[in-house]
């Protein structure tokens, strides 16, 4: 195939006539002539590039950051093109360029992972769903619609709906709709410590229930009851330094109690 004949596919104004220098490229070695000769095709052909990254404008990335994009693209597209399939070369680079920019989509503006599957769904549906908007004005699209026009099921387009959301996140300092100040983050909870005694609770109880009466009630009283020494020792009629020393000997006893049962455990491993 001719290069003028490659060069009549080209449908836009910024396609260059570049047959002849891709047929040059191909031909020259490594070294500085064919370089220049690359990099002059890239900057020809950058126009084109940058059309197709304004297409994905207003996704939630800056436009300078899809024209760096599309020119990777463009560069990889220059360096694997191969006239000889019979191609122009556009028919093989807006491909090149345009999977450039869905994979960066894909692999970085995504704030929440989702699968490949419902990425493909979201694009889907949010194509349907502006196709429709243009030839039903006035209001958007149904679900059902939008099922018909895809052909999807309506939960495949309620998944791709879903997905349209995860595309970006919300920030836990925003106002929540209908409040005076209120934010998301005001509605997470924190750690609550009573999680934290859990488990030493479960361990201690059965230590507990072995312990004689008097120092099971010296304990509840110091300890649920919030009472001190002292007024301990005036409800059972001891002495305050009594009250302290079984104490002592409560806690003694618990430490070895469970200590011995740890000790069980692990050789049970």
């Known amino acids: 195939m001719s290069a003028t004949t490659r060069t009549k596919q080209h449908p836009h104004d910024d396609a260059p006539d570049t047959a002849e220098a891709f047929d040059r490229l191909i031909a020259l070695a490594e070294g500085p002539e064919r370089k220049a000769l690359r990099d002059d095709l890239v900057r020809a052909w950058l126009p084109m590039a940058e059309r197709i990254a304004v297409r994905f404008k207003g996704r939630g990335e800056s436009l300078e950051d899809l024209y760096q994009v599309a020119a990777l693209g463009l560069v990889k597209a220059v360096d694997h093109y191969d006239p000889a399939r019979g191609h122009a070369f556009e028919a093989y680079a807006v491909p090149t360029i345009t999977g450039e920019i869905k994979r960066h989509f894909r692999d970085h503006m995504w704030t929440l ?9 979201r694009n889907r549906v949010r194509s349907s769903a502006k196709e429709l908007s243009q030839s039903i004005p006035g209001r ?13 099921s309506e939960s495949e387009v309620r998944t791709g709906m879903e997905a349209l959301e995860c595309f970006s996140a919300l920030s836990l300092e925003a106002e929540m709709p209908g409040t005076e100040g209120y934010a998301l983050g005001d509605a997470i909870g924190g750690p609550d410590p009573a999680y934290d005694v859990v488990v030493d609770r479960v361990a201690v109880k059965p230590c507990l229930q072995r312990l004689p009466e008097r120092e099971r009630t010296i304990l509840y009283l110091r300890f649920f009851g919030g009472m ?7 409800q059972l009629g001891i002495s305050q330094m009594h009250v302290s ?9 618990l430490r070895e109690e469970l200590a ?3 000790e069980l455990v692990a050789e049970a491993r």
Do not use: W
């Not at 992972?113 to 769904?121: A, E, G, S, Y």
């Not at 958007?140 to 999807?152: D, K, N, R, V, Y």
């Open 113 to 121: 992972h989702v699968p490949r599957r419902v990425q493909d769904l």
């Open 140 to 152: 958007a699209p149904t679900i059902p619609e939008i099922a018909a026009h895809a052909h999807l």
């Open 228 to 234: 001190t020494q002292s007024r301990i020792a005036q």
């Open 245 to 253: 020393r079984l104490l002592s000997g409560c806690f003694d006893h």
């Open 260 to 262: 011995a049962r740890e």
